[in-house]
């Protein structure tokens, strides 16, 4: 049994959770949800919950394999609120797309397909 999960002050967080609270301190811990990740054959999709496009706006880069998703408040230009990297190959960076719905967005990776 494998427990991806650790105590810090008193509560059991995960370890994107400890990172965050290292390095985003000074920011209110409720401003954005963490991301759910999904993959299915086509497609890799990350959704992140309680975002609002009137509050919020993220930046998406790739270097190296890795997938960076960052969030920020839209009218300022403090740090990222939330920062998240994902170690995605062989996926079609000019195909990835995002949709809102209500308070969520929803961001879609296409997959590329290596015979």
Not at 42 to 52: A, G, H, Q, R
Not at 75 to 84: E, G, I, P, V
Not at 92 to 109: E, G, P, Q, W
């Amino acid at each position: 049994m494998t427990c991806n999960s650790l105590v810090y002050n008193n509560s059991l967080i995960t370890l994107e959770d400890f990172i965050d609270s290292i390095l985003y301190t000074k920011m209110l811990q409720n401003q954005v949800s963490l991301c759910k990740f999904e993959e299915t054959s086509n497609s890799y999709y990350i959704t992140f919950n309680f975002f609002y496009k009137n509050k919020h706006t993220f930046k998406v880069y790739y270097k190296n394999n890795f997938l960076i998703l960052q969030i920020q408040l839209r009218n300022c230009n403090q740090k990222a609120l939330l920062t998240r990297m994902f170690y995605l190959t062989n996926i079609k960076l000019n195909k990835i797309s995002h949709t809102y719905y209500k308070d969520k967005v929803k961001i879609k990776i296409p997959k590329i397909y290596v015979n």
